[in-house]
């Protein structure tokens, strides 16, 4: 048992395992005040040293959008601030690389050879007129509204415009505002589970235990999460209900029983059924949980630990983490046949993988030059790339809802803070503003926004 648990916790993530070995207090202290709104918030120090690690695009295109401003809103005192918290906004959408913009939010990757869509404002009486139109030749007019400037415009306000813009053209709900999971340690205290906005504006505590909390995942809907719970007895699932039944009550529970060493957690597309690891026997395999009946399944039974499973979209596959051949590896599970096979061969640590929204490419962090970068790879194994590389460590990423950005914990501060990026590489920022020693760690992204 004792090499069980070493294994292990050899796969969780670096601040997880330093966690392990501290004095497990229960007691928050989240007095961080969040920065202004449109102050810069999540915005990279100049200095920072992200800028030495490397960002590889990834081949998802975004939307060029040129803004074509009325020289007239120079004369409107209310429009600069809000100019530029519009062009921050958009940025932060995942969707456009902006030219003529005053943002110093947008960075680019490369030459923008082309215009997909003009962005048009125009000042009226106390109000501004905002036209997205086409750039084809029949300059279809795609989203309009008016903003009234008699008094300052909220930031949430532009994010609920830009959010409809973006489900004009994409049809899917935009995710400004949407809740980002993650644990997050202060020093002398345990880790617990927190959510923070997409801006880092927000922090709420979720978790409310005496335990170390780990590993949070949000459930499909955005409704429910797990997360691991570490005692001093071991690990247990605990599923979070952030609903009530109908009668006042949630079914918040936990899933596995106390005394053994359990974790992880990944749901499938409808959310009834959960995959996560139970110890049976000093085992380590996957389980997949009926939600609804609490009854379980056992899907592998090898002498290694599996763990860090993930769900494809299509609910057909699985991909996962072993240490059956003696190093953490990656595997795939076929959900109907049982069947799995390993899809990492290079390297002694691949771990952390994650489905892309159309089940071609799969995230996961490998250990090169005994630092751990993240890769992307396709289905098969095949096509490994690089996505960041440096002198920092770059770890557990996950795809955003819509798998147009990638959130990240990286170690470029001398803490490991949360970043965000959009899949083709461009606006590396930093999510949240939490001070020197507080480290964040395993992101998880839902499209809902955050509640209150």
Not at 132 to 140: M, R, S, T, V
Request: charged share 25%; net charge positive; aromatic share 8%.
């Amino acid at each position: 048992m004792i090499r069980f648990a070493q294994n292990l916790r050899s796969l969780l993530p670096r601040p997880v395992r330093a966690l392990c070995r501290a004095a497990a207090g229960a007691a928050l202290l989240l007095t961080l005040a969040a920065p202004a709104t449109g102050q810069g918030i999540g915005e990279l120090e100049r200095d920072d040293p992200a800028q030495d690690i490397l960002i590889e695009g990834l081949g998802f295109a975004k939307l060029v959008l040129k803004i074509e401003k009325d020289q007239a809103l120079d004369k409107v005192p209310l429009y600069r601030p809000l100019g530029t918290v519009l062009e921050k906004n958009l940025c932060w959408s995942g969707f456009f690389n902006i030219v003529q913009g005053d943002s110093r939010y947008c960075r680019p990757r490369g030459e923008l050879g082309r215009v997909d869509m003009r962005l048009e404002l125009l000042a009226g009486q106390d109000e501004l007129q905002l036209s997205l139109i086409d750039n084809g030749p029949e300059n279809l007019v795609l989203f309009k509204e008016t903003l009234t400037l008699k008094h300052r415009v909220p930031e949430q306000v532009l994010m609920d415009l830009v959010n409809r813009l973006t489900e004009r053209i994409s049809g899917e709900p935009g995710l400004l505002g949407s809740a980002i999971a993650f644990v997050l340690r202060q020093p002398r205290y345990a880790k617990v589970i927190v959510a923070t906005n997409t801006h880092g504006a927000e922090l709420k505590l979720i978790s409310h235990n005496t335990g170390i909390n780990l590993l949070p995942k949000w459930a499909p809907s955005g409704l429910s999460m797990v997360y691991t719970v570490l005692k001093n007895r071991g690990t247990q699932v605990y599923y979070h209900d952030f609903q009530d039944n109908g009668a006042g009550q949630k079914s918040s529970r936990f899933l596995t029983p106390e005394g053994s060493l359990n974790t992880g957690g990944t749901f499938s597309p409808d959310g009834n059924h959960l995959v996560l690891t139970m110890s049976q026997n000093r085992s380590a395999d996957l389980f997949s949980i009926d939600l609804q009946n609490d009854t379980n399944r056992k899907l592998t039974s090898r002498s290694g630990i599996e763990t860090q499973a993930h769900w494809s979209r299509d609910g057909k596959k699985i991909v996962f983490v072993s240490d059956r051949t003696g190093t953490p590896q990656i595997y795939l599970l076929d959900m109907e046949t049982n069947e799995d096979l390993r899809l990492t061969f290079d390297g002694v640590y691949n771990a952390d993988p994650k489905w892309s929204a159309d089940g071609q490419s799969i995230l996961f962090t490998k250990r090169v030059n005994r630092r751990d970068q993240i890769h992307i790879m396709d289905q098969y194994g095949e096509n490994v790339r690089a996505v960041t590389r440096g002198q920092f460590y770059a770890e557990q990423a996950e795809w955003s809802p819509d798998g147009r950005q990638i959130v990240f914990t990286s170690n470029r501060t001398g803490d490991f803070k949360l970043y965000i990026v959009s899949a083709d590489g461009s606006n590396l920022r930093r999510l949240t503003r939490t001070p020197a020693r507080f480290e964040e760690s395993s992101p998880s992204w839902t499209h809902r926004k955050l509640a209150r």
